[in-house]
Nanobody, 125 residues
């Protein structure tokens, strides 16, 4: 059974940093596309960024230059380093996974098979 467990969320002030982790189990991380999504209150779930099994990365325009995605296949963990946080980053952040087909990092939530329970990030001004 595949499980994804996020951690690292919290409350910070504008300009602060947080590092989220997504630990996987029952899952071959190295052959999967992993991604981060987030959902603010009353809004749809949106793509933050993703990484293929070979390490290719894609970011949403809203986080480019501020967020860094990495993965450790040996540790079965994906990370999201969030810097220069803004109130607009306030949301529940989710990690997701899908089989790596053609190395495509989809920005569509429906394309992902497995999801974590989410971790809340709150940024105050």
């Amino acid at each position: 059974q595949v499980q994804l467990v996020e951690s690292g969320g919290g409350s910070v002030q504008t300009g602060g940093s947080l590092r989220l982790s997504c630990v996987t189990s029952g899952h071959t991380l190295s052959s999967s596309v992993m991604a981060w999504f987030r959902q603010a209150p009353g809004k749809e779930r949106v793509f933050v960024g993703g990484v293929t099994g070979t390490g290719r990365i894609r970011y949403a325009d809203s986080v480019k230059g501020r967020f860094i995605i990495s993965r450790d296949n040996a540790e079965k963990t994906m990370y999201l380093q969030m810097n220069s946080l803004e109130p607009e980053d306030t949301a529940v952040h989710y990690c997701a996974a899908r089989a790596d087909t053609l190395g495509i990092i989809s920005d569509t939530p429906a394309d992902y098979t497995y999801w974590g329970q989410g971790t809340r990030v709150t940024v105050s001004s």
